[in-house]
Structures are given as structure tokens and as C-alpha cells.
């Protein structure tokens, strides 16, 4: 007894076939908006069309081994974060809470959070992100001991709920200087770092600017 396997139809459903088809689909469609546009540009563009259709002779298999290196090259590109700033981690530590809106841990109301808070004991090393300028250092009964630091290319980095701050406005300080120490200064339950990114005055999510460890 024999069966009938349907091999011809899956010879349609053949990737390659699909591929040729595609093509062949395209350099149509080239050809009739051509013909409809009756200018000396286009007329030379249609002969060049036709020449390499109907003309000139292809090896289809060079059209598919061109379309697959075209498939691996979106594989090859690098993705560049948006950390090109360079900006490192002011201290490692666990997020325990992310940027955006949420429901204050103390005041328990609704409110935009403008950065992260990495938890970490008390005591340790704040660093600077990046090069830049104090201009601002200070007590906010909310954020506690803060500074706010000034860095090329519009950005602006706050440190809050400090400990100890070592550096004063105006001073320059460079990436990875020790600005200060992790404490629970202002409304704060346990030691952390409130941490956060501005550029050209937008809070922005830390997350996309550094890696926390």
C-alpha cells in the first residue's frame, strides 16, 4: 500500500524557496513602480532592471547565503548600554527599592521615587560615580545628609541619607573618591544608599546608567 507524503507541497514551504520567492516578489514590484514613473532617471533605472532580470544569470543559492549572512549580522552588532557615561556603582548592594512610583515605607503615600535604594550596613564608603564638581551639601529632613554632585554632558548624581559626608560644595572629586558613608539619616528604617541620576534636570532610572553588584 502507498501513501502520499505531500513532499511537493513542503517543497513550497522550503525556507530557501521562500527566500527565492521573496526576492523574486521585490525586483516585481521594483519593475512596476518603475514603468509607472515616466522620467529619464527612472527609464535608465528599468533597463539596468531588466538587464540584470532577464539578462544576466544568477545562482539563486548565492541570493540565500547572502540572506543569511544579512540574518547574523544583527548578532555581530555590539548593544551599547546606556552606561557609555561611565559611571561605576556608588557602593554594591541589594535594591530594595526601584525608580518610579511607589508607596513611601514611613509616610505611606503614593509618591514618585527619583532613584534606587541599595542596601548596605552602616559605615560603608560612598563613592563618587563620576568626575565632577559639589554643589550642593546639606540635611533634608526626608533625604537626611545628602550631596548633590555636578558632572559633565548635564548630569547631576545625589547621595542621601548619609552617615558621614567628607566632601563640601565647591570641591572637585574624582570617580571612585570616598564622599561620604551609608547610614539611615532623615526618613530612612534601615541603612542605605537613596541614590540618584539627573540629566539635563530629568531624573532618570539609576539601573540604566550603572551596574549594581
Known amino acids: ?6 513532499g511537493q507541497n513542503r517543497r513550497f514551504l522550503n525556507p530557501t524557496f521562500l527566500k527565492k520567492l521573496l526576492i523574486c516578489i521585490v525586483i516585481i514590484i521594483s519593475i512596476l ?4 514613473l ?5 527609464d535608465y533605472a528599468l533597463s539596468k532592471v531588466k538587464y ?5 544569470s544568477y545562482d539563486m543559492d ?3 547565503k547572502a540572506y543569511d549572512k544579512f540574518k547574523g549580522l544583527k548578532k555581530s552588532i555590539p548593544v551599547f ?3 557609555s557615561s561611565g559611571m561605576i556603582a556608588p557602593v554594591s548592594g541589594k535594591i530594595t527599592s526601584e525608580f518610579g512610583s511607589r508607596v513611601h515605607p514611613i509616610l505611606k503615600q503614593e509618591r514618585a521615587h527619583n532613584g ?4 548596605q550596613a552602616e559605615g560603608t564608603p560612598v563613592k563618587c560615580v563620576l568626575d565632577g564638581k559639589v554643589y550642593s551639601v546639606g540635611f533634608d529632613k526626608e533625604l ?6 555636578k558632572h559633565d554632558n548635564g548630569f547631576i548624581t545625589v547621595y542621601a541619607h548619609l552617615n558621614d559626608v567628607y566632601v563640601s560644595e565647591q570641591k572637585s572629586v574624582r570617580q571612585g573618591e570616598e564622599i561620604g558613608t551609608v547610614g539611615k539619616t532623615g526618613l530612612a528604617q534601615n541603612p542605605h544608599l537613596h541614590f540618584e541620576v539627573w540629566k539635563n534636570n530629568i531624573p532618570q532610572n539609576p539601573i540604566n546608567w550603572i551596574d549594581i553588584q
Open 116 to 119: 534606587i535604594d541599595i542596601a
Open 144 to 149: 537626611g545628609n545628602f550631596v548633590k554632585i
Open 38 to 42: 515616466d522620467m529619464p532617471l527612472t
Open 62 to 64: 548565492d541570493f540565500s
Open 52 to 56: 540584470h532580470v532577464f539578462v544576466k
Open 1 to 6: 500500500m502507498y501513501y502520499y507524503e505531500g
Open 33 to 36: 513602480v518603475l514603468k509607472k
Open 81 to 83: 548600554r546606556q552606561n
